[in-house]
């Protein structure tokens, strides 16, 4: 066969089911864009658990009006300016991939305004191509949503996938969106499903405390919560804000700090899954593997009953890691893995010890 350039659409969808390759996948690109709009409420909107449309709905800044036509265009993106900025950026998105890859997969329409447009909104549709389709007046509130008809309906084997595995691939988004709604302090999330014959169904519903135990709470129960102990240490003492600002500019040691819940070494629910195990990097929720093991190594030294419910935040310069590494930013190559996960442990030994001496020292009744 002889050799030619594929065409800028077929090159374009073939792409975009790389950016976007499930379901979940989907949804967190409009929660992380939601976020980073700094929307205070966020709710997303299942209709038959994603096969038929996913709704995202915010009260953030929404969109300006000279963005419209360039908003879902490959590579449009008004987080990053240039490579180079990648290491002091601090949104979750900078690609600009996930409303072009959308627009390719399935029927994307947005209804945006911004506070000075209140009560007016405008409604835009896209082609396929990410070019804007029709835009008219509607009624809205300060904020956006952008709503995806059909995921996937022009990758046939991707569709037929999601077809029968519809309520797993369900399960997955509302696992990872339970991540972003634990991490999000401060805002309001609300994850409901209505499937085809039957009434809309709450999954995820936190109140906006400013705590995150408030949504530790609101999300795996008070019971839970009641569970765990704080956890709270720094690598060493040095401005760290500074540091997460400008970048670090020394060969010192990583800025580490680390902040969050871990069960008590002395409680035994008896749980073994880890769909309780939330780890964050400047509050991205991120698998991080070797870390999650060596906690739970850690974990079992002291209680061999029970896996940990861990939710814990490590804060690092935004220079020490890479999430650039997979489309969908969830593998992050961590600069100095090995002394961080080395840390971690060092210092939950420390934690436990001192939490299993104070127990020992308890009168026994
Ligand atoms: P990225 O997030 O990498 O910039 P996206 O394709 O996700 O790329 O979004 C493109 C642009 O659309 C964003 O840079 C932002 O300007 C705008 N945008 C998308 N979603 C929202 C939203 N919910 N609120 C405000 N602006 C949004
Ligand atoms: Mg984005």
Redesign the pocket.
């Known amino acids: 066969m002889s050799l030619t350039r594929l065409d800028g659409a077929s090159v374009h969808r073939l792409c975009s089911g790389q950016v976007v390759l499930d379901l979940t996948n989907a949804v967190k690109?409009l929660v992380?864009?939601?976020l980073?709009?700094n929307a205070s409420y966020i709710e997303v909107r299942f209709k038959n658990f994603g096969l038929d449309s996913i709704e995202v709905i915010?009260n953030?800044?929404?969109?300006p009006a000279d963005?419209y036509e360039s908003?879902?265009l490959k590579h449009?993106?008004?987080?990053l300016r240039q490579f180079e900025d990648l290491t002091t950026v601090d949104?979750?998105?900078?690609?600009?991939?996930?409303?072009?890859s959308l627009c390719a997969l399935a029927d994307v329409s947005i209804t945006?305004s911004q506070k000075h447009e209140e009560p007016k909104a405008t409604k835009l549709e896209f082609e396929k191509n990410g070019h804007l389709k029709c835009r008219s007046i509607t009624s809205g509130k300060r904020g956006?949503s952008?709503t995806i008809n059909r995921l996937f309906e022009s990758l046939p084997v991707r569709r037929r996938e999601f077809e029968r595995h519809h309520k797993r691939e369900f399960t997955k988004a509302v696992s990872l969106l339970q991540a972003y709604a634990v991490a999000a302090v401060g805002v309001k999330f609300l994850v409901t499903n209505t499937p085809p014959s039957g009434k809309k169904a709450s999954q995820i519903r936190t109140n906006g405390g400013k705590h995150l135990r408030d949504n530790i709470t609101n999300v795996f129960g008070a019971k839970v919560m009641s569970s765990l102990m704080p956890v709270e240490f720094a690598t060493e003492d040095i401005d760290l804000e500074s540091r997460l600002k400008f970048g670090d500019q020394s060969n010192s040691p990583i800025a580490l700090n680390v902040s969050g819940f871990i069960s008590k070494p002395d409680v035994g629910e008896g749980r073994s899954s880890s769909d309780r195990q939330l780890l964050f990097i400047n509050n991205r929720p991120c698998g991080l593997s070797k870390l999650s093991r060596s906690i739970n190594d850690i974990y079992g030294v002291f209680n061999s009953n029970q896996n940990p419910v861990f939710v814990l935040n490590l804060r690092l310069p935004f220079d020490s890691y890479d999430v650039n590494v997979t489309p969908d930013k969830r593998t992050i190559f961590l600069h100095g893995e090995d002394t961080i996960v080395e840390t971690v442990k060092l210092n939950l030994l420390q934690i436990f010890e001192a939490c299993s001496r104070h127990v020992a020292r308890q009168p026994q009744i």
């Open positions: 690109e992380e864009n939601a980073d709009a915010d953030g800044a929404g969109i963005d908003i879902a449009f993106t008004s987080k949104t979750f998105g900078f690609r600009g991939e996930a409303l072009s945006t956006t952008v």
